[in-house]
């Protein structure tokens, strides 16, 4: 069975710092393109990063000079590396692997707190 795991989250403050990874089991990692979304109490679910199987990278305008996606083929692994964390950031944050628009997988989500 396919399984997405992330954990990372936590209670940072306002400036700091979290990383996230995300363990994926039952899929080969490098074949999917793999995806960060967050959603915030009240809003949409929203797409964060992505990097595509070659590594090609994408942020929401939000993200965009703070955080970064990476990938660890060999572990089966992506990780989201968030800087100058605003209280705007808190949101539950998902873990996505796509092969297509209708194969992908999610993981339950870790929940990612910046207050002071």
């Known amino acids: 069975q396919v399984q997405l795991v992330e954990s990372g989250g936590g209670l940072v403050q306002p400036g700091g710092s979290l990383r996230l990874s995300c363990a994926a089991s039952g899929l080969l990692l490098s074949i999917y393109t793999m995806e960060w979304y967050r959603q915030a109490a009240g809003k949409q679910r929203e797409l964060v990063a992505g990097i595509s199987r070659s590594g090609t990278t994408n942020y929401a305008n939000t993200a965009k000079g703070r955080f970064t996606i990476s990938r660890d083929n060999a572990k089966n692994m992506v990780y989201l590396q968030m800087n100058s964390l605003k209280g705007e950031d808190t949101a539950v944050y998902y873990c996505?692997?796509?092969?297509?628009?209708?194969?992908?997988?999610w993981g339950q989500g870790t929940q990612v707190t910046v207050s002071s």
């Open positions: 996505r692997a796509r092969l297509t628009t209708t194969t992908d997988y």
